[in-house]
């Protein structure tokens, strides 16, 4: 009885530990580097370029990766009554959750918009009327980046898909390669 006792501890504390390793294993095949373009079309227009940095990840029930995501790019306004045209940049914190190739991907951090062409209107302005030039800070615009969304990318990396709705961006569509 006893031998049999032992060797069943025996069993569960190498499969155990087998199962760590194959877990810590795993994290390290994982790619730590994502880039991807991005579009998003309706109200508010923008094309940009992200890149995403693995800053950690769990692998118990509640699987996640974190990454810090900055992108850069441009965007348009179609409403002509306030349109906004410029540059635009955003730095987040990515919550991708789900083990297989199917995530949850959440985000939330701060996007900076410039607008260019409003920037121009009032220099235009200012140099007609011989007054002072504004200050391009008065033209950058501080907004939440709040993001939802599906993504498609294999625990060891290669091709991306997402797909999801932010703010300030919209309904957006992503492809890219993880490394």
């Given at each position: ?10 069993i569960l504390i190498f499969v155990g530990y087998s199962v760590k390793a194959s877990a810590q294993d795993s994290l390290k ?111 950058t615009i501080w907004a939440p980046a709040i993001s939802v969304g599906y993504r498609y990318q294999k625990p060891t990396g ?22």
């Amino acid at each position: 009885m006893k031998k049999n006792i032992l060797s069943l501890l025996f069993i569960l504390i190498f499969v155990g530990y087998s199962v760590k390793a194959s877990a810590q294993d795993s994290l390290k095949t994982q790619p730590k580097n994502t880039i991807y373009a991005s579009g998003t079309l309706g109200w508010w227009f923008v094309a940009s370029a992200s890149y995403e940095r693995r800053l950690f990840s769990t692998d118990n029930k509640f699987y996640a990766n974190y990454y810090l995501r900055a992108s850069y790019g441009g965007g348009n306004s179609w409403n002509t009554k306030s349109s906004i045209e410029g540059p635009y940049g955003s730095l987040s914190l990515q919550g991708v959750f789900g083990p297989k190739k199917s995530h949850l991907e959440l985000g939330l951090g701060f996007a900076a918009l410039y607008d260019i062409d409003g920037y121009g209107i009032e220099v235009r302005c200012a140099n007609l009327s011989n007054s002072s030039e504004p200050s391009r800070s008065d033209f950058t615009i501080w907004a939440p980046a709040i993001s939802v969304g599906y993504r498609y990318q294999k625990p060891t990396g290669g091709f991306i898909f997402r797909t999801g709705m932010s703010y300030p961006d919209g309904v957006y569509l992503s492809f890219g390669f993880a490394f």
